[in-house]
Nanobody, 123 residues
Framework: QVQLVESGGGLVQAGGSLRLSCAASGSSFSIDPMGWYRQAPGKQRELVARISSGSAVSYSDSVKGRFTISRDNAKNTVYLQMNSLRPEDTAVYYC?????????????????WGQGTLVTVSS
């Protein structure tokens, strides 16, 4: 089964940058779309950005102009470049993907989550 593994979180000062990566491992028919969510302490998980295999992207209003999502389809990897970070960006960031897997004629789809990576932005 497909698993998602994130990397790249850490501590950064306000105004700084971080790049998150998420690699999908395991066999699948398709992994599309891929995206990033985040959950701050005491808040609900929210969508940050999403990208399709055809590179169609969408962003939450709170990160537009500061974050950029991209993906390498050959590597089944999605990236989140985060610039001009703010303390309110502090959260656990989760990779997410819709995966279609199984044998021809019996494909199934499921939503897959990574384990999360902590991003802390200090003021």
């Amino acid at each position: 089964q497909v698993q998602l593994v994130e990397s790249g979180g850490g501590l950064v000062q306000a105004g700084g940058s971080l790049r998150l990566s998420c690699a999908a491992s395991g066999s699948s028919f398709s992994i599309d779309p891929m995206g990033w969510y985040r959950q701050a302490p005491g808040k609900q998980r929210e969508l940050v950005a999403r990208i399709s295999s055809g590179s169609a992207v969408s962003y939450s209003d709170s990160v537009k102009g500061r974050f950029t999502i991209s993906r390498d389809n050959a590597k089944n990897t999605v990236y989140l470049q985060m610039n001009s970070l703010r303390p309110e960006d502090t959260a656990v960031y989760y990779c997410n993907a819709l995966v279609v897997e199984g044998a021809p004629g019996s494909y199934t789809s499921r939503e897959v989550w990574g384990q999360g990576t902590l991003v802390t932005v200090s003021s």
